[in-house]
């Protein structure tokens, strides 16, 4: 999962590359997965870091906190374009792909967020 705050498309580009490249590192290097293992608890390791995994088991999750009362807040033009190649990449490598926006209400910090009706101007 790669979060973001609602920003512009810079913001947007660096979200959806992470979700690429660390899906493709998963997948392509035994030292990424090993390093990765050493991270995470015993629970959620990887059974045999040496082998491949099985790249539909896992999924890319690109979630966006925003402020907007729209479910679905546009994004700018360049970062629909460039979630679309995300999503080609990740589906030629049988990767699900989903995108989520996340409601950041008025109690919450939203230091540096764009607003989402300025960013979409």
Known sequence: MHVKRYGGSSVFSHLFAQGVVSAELLLRSVEFRKK???KLPTSHQLANPDERPVSHDFEVVY???TRSTNNRPSLPLFSRITLRNAYERLSALDIPVSLAFIKVTSGQTTDGVI????AEA
Not at 115 to 118: G, I, R, W
């Open 36 to 38: 990765l293992n050493e």
């Open 63 to 65: 979630a966006i906190a």
């Open 115 to 118: 607003d989402d009706q300025e």
